[in-house]
């Protein structure tokens, strides 16, 4: 019966470590309840607080193209808030930062995120039609990243600049 309700992970899921893993289908019993109080108090692993442009203006996107799946009005608002949200925390003064932990911003520019926030604007203005000034200040802001008909990743003062990749990688292309 336990192999039914458990399994051990056979590679490691957590800092290498083999875990023994519940299925998500069984009812626990209150036995395993206690369990699961005592574990929960323990300290439990680090969570990357960080928020990174183009990472949150993707699930923007996810969450755009959920609404036009679904047509359900909370992942519309979802990604508008979200959206807003990118532009008034990292969008000043005509700079895009690359990310912000704790409200504090890494002061770098990348074509990555300013890419993934404009494909956002851009289907943000598709479906509400009010992006217009914003999608011409990030278009603007793009094709600042072009020269001599190539793109580059990065214009900040501490990285060299580097061509844009042209292929997908974990995340989409540039």
Known sequence: MLQKRYFISPEGNFEGKIHLVGRNYFKR??????????????PQPFADRKIITSWNALTGIALLMAYRATDDKNFLNK??????????????????SHSSLDGILQKQEFLED????????????EELGSYTQILEQLKTKIESFRQGG???ESRSSDFIEIPAPEFDHPGPSS
Do not use: M, P
């Open 114 to 125: 300013i890419s993934s926030l404009l494909l956002l604007c851009t289907y943000l203005e």
């Open 29 to 42: 019993s209150s036995l395993e309840e206690k369990l699961l109080f005592i574990r929960k108090a323990k």
């Open 150 to 152: 190539q793109w580059i």
């Open 79 to 96: 990604s508008v808030g979200l959206f807003n949200n990118l532009i008034e925390k990292h969008l000043i003064d005509n700079f895009l």
